[in-house]
């Protein structure tokens, strides 16, 4: 059977609305009772996964999913830039902020580079190679880490990829090589 990895990005936190670099953060109030609007199904599954931060299990349960922790599917590690906000980076540190914008191996604030992300998602994804289904719930940095493993794109490509809270991407696995069967898709139906 071939493998396939459902990656749901979890609800929308208060970083993500300040375009700042989370903590161990709660989804925002409200955003819970919506997931149970959407009407997703579980679908048919063999393993569930999440990462280990607290919006990520929150979502899964929401979801109605009972997932294992992964801490491969953890958050990228922010280091000192941890809690703080994009502009308060940008004032105190603008040669780092620049620098993690636009070199994929650069970790100015000591914590992880992309580039080392993108290995750690590749790691894990091997591991579901033979595994059937799949559903993780995680982050946008990190599905999109699983997109540029799966389509083996380059590192910098990594900011030209949108990932929005509660969204899914499906990725397949034929036996040789993932591709990517859809991703970015709505949980809301319209």
């Not at 940095?141 to 499906?170: K, M, N, Y």
């Amino acid at each position: 059977m071939p493998a396939r990895i459902t990656l749901i990005s979890h609800a929308a936190t208060l970083a993500s609305r300040r375009a700042s670099f989370p903590l161990d953060e709660p989804v925002l109030d409200g955003e819970l009772g919506k997931i149970a609007a959407t009407g997703w199904a579980i679908p048919r599954l063999q393993h569930v996964w999440s990462a280990p931060e607290q919006r990520a299990q929150q979502t899964a349960k929401a979801l109605g999913l009972k997932p294992s922790l992964s801490m491969e599917l953890a958050d990228v590690n922010y280091g000192t830039w941890s809690g703080k906000g994009i502009d308060e980076i940008q004032a105190n540190d603008p040669e780092g902020l620049a620098a993690w914008l636009t070199d994929e191996d650069a970790a100015p604030h000591g914590g992880e580079s992309f580039v080392q992300l993108i290995a750690r998602v590749g790691i894990w994804m091997k591991k579901q190679t033979d595994a059937g289904h799949t559903v993780a719930v995680t982050h946008p940095v990190v599905i999109r880490a699983a997109i540029l493993c799966g389509l083996q794109a380059p590192a910098h490509s990594f900011w030209r990829i949108e990932v929005a809270p509660l969204s899914i991407t499906d990725l397949r696995f034929n036996g040789r090589l993932w591709t990517v069967r859809s991703m970015g898709c709505s949980l809301y139906r319209s």
